[in-house]
């Protein structure tokens, strides 16, 4: 498949007049200080224009990154969106720890301004010099596959956000041929021979749940995160987040009144009832008898992006291909990774720890199921935040 072309500075200024409300990106959902409606049919973003796909619809055996323009693609010199300091304060993030500790991000293409971008973010809010290193496929870090501007954006989201939650994290950007799935197992095989400890996927394949093997995200010793979608629950759940052997990971909306953070369900999180995925022994949930997603969840709307491969400025993000690598990101702070066995310690906390521990979202909805958990926010478990948002790194 051939990648996306690159595309023009001026034609996306032009798309983004055109998108964008009078009010600029400030008036969107999710902003500080704002609520926000959801709509129970389609999400929200889909439904009032309010953003757009970075990675279009691909063919069978392929895969779509998960990121999401908000705004039509509004670039400035002004920093927007929430910034690492929010996500640090909300979930009570011990950012002194995560020496020593990799954390892998597999996506497809190249971006060739990658290690510039990460470098210009991470001095915007102080998170010092990365440990970063980019590899191709085979483990290389030259001979890197041609570039693609949608792919590069993605590749620069989550490589930022692993540095918000985990400054003093090891980055590794594995960067697959192609979106193929064939191509991408091979990266992920790769990122764990690199010696990842974390490894964190902000794609998947749409409408499917079986489209790469279980066998490329079941290293022992290894987590494995992947984000949900951002088609809300009508679209099903998505591999490889459906796969027993990874985290799957759902979305929420983040506000800020005074002083005070809150979440609620974002309305484009993909989750459901993986039919078919064999259900983990520890995860009881009686409305899907095979695998459910999600696990867990993160910030997955109005992110602040820096990217000049593909947009040239900085802008705002959204999807899950947010909280995928942020929770990597967390992982990566907790170090815990040759001990855990996929999603199964957020099963198993006790009830008192795990209420110290997480977030547990209770409103919200990403989709209509006749008002059951798999779709609807509620106490304790749910499909589209899984068991909450992080509230410091104990219960990973």
């Known amino acids: 498949m051939n990648a996306p072309l690159k595309l023009a500075v001026p034609l996306l200024a032009t798309l983004a007049f055109a998108a964008c409300n009078a009010g600029g990106t400030s008036n969107l959902p999710g902003s500080p200080g704002q609520s926000v409606s959801q709509s129970h049919s389609i999400p929200d973003w889909q439904a009032k224009g309010l953003a757009t796909r970075v990675c279009g619809d691909v063919p069978r055996g392929y895969a779509r990154c998960d990121a999401l323009m908000i705004g039509g693609g509004k670039v400035g010199h002004d920093v927007a969106g929430w910034k690492p300091l929010d996500f640090q304060t909300r979930y009570k993030l011990p950012i002194t720890q995560g020496s020593g500790q990799i954390v892998a991000i597999v996506d497809a293409y190249d971006n060739p ?39 590069g954006l993605e590749e620069d989201l989550d490589i930022e956000m692993v540095s918000a939650a985990c400054p003093k994290c090891t980055i590794y950007l594995v960067e697959a041929n192609g979106a193929d799935t064939s191509d991408l197992e091979t990266a992920e095989a790769e ?19 079986a489209c790469v093997s279980s066998s490329y995200f079941s290293t022992p010793g290894v987590v494995y995160l992947a984000s949900a979608g951002d088609s809300g629950y009508s679209s099903g759940a998505q591999a490889p987040a459906a796969l027993a052997s990874v985290v799957a990971v759902g979305g929420t909306v983040l506000s800020l009144s005074g002083s005070t953070y809150s979440e609620t369900t974002w309305s484009g999180s993909g989750a459901g009832c993986a039919t078919g995925v064999t259900k983990p022994s520890w995860q009881h949930d009686t409305g899907c008898s095979s695998r459910t997603e999600n696990d867990i969840a993160a910030v997955a709307w109005q992110a602040a992006e820096y990217d000049t491969y593909s947009y040239g400025g900085w802008f705002t993000v959204g999807g899950t291909s947010v909280a995928s690598p942020l929770l990597g990101g967390v992982f990566g702070l907790a170090g815990n990774a040759s001990s855990l066995d996929a999603a199964k310690k957020f099963y198993t906390l006790k009830k008192k720890a795990r209420k110290k521990q997480l977030n547990d979202i209770t409103t919200g909805s990403d989709g209509s199921c006749g008002g059951s958990y798999l779709c609807t926010a509620g106490k304790g478990y749910d499909g589209p935040t899984g068991w909450g948002t992080p509230k410091g790194v104990k219960a990973f």
């Open 113 to 151: 301004n990658a290690a510039s971008d990460l470098a210009a973010y991470r001095t915007e809010f102080g998170l010092g010099t990365a440990n970063f290193t980019k590899y191709n496929q085979n483990g290389q870090t030259s001979n890197y596959p041609r570039g693609s501007a949608n792919w």
């Open 191 to 209: 990122a764990v021979t690199l010696g990842a400890h974390v490894v964190s996927n902000s794609w998947g394949c749409p409408g499917s749940d």
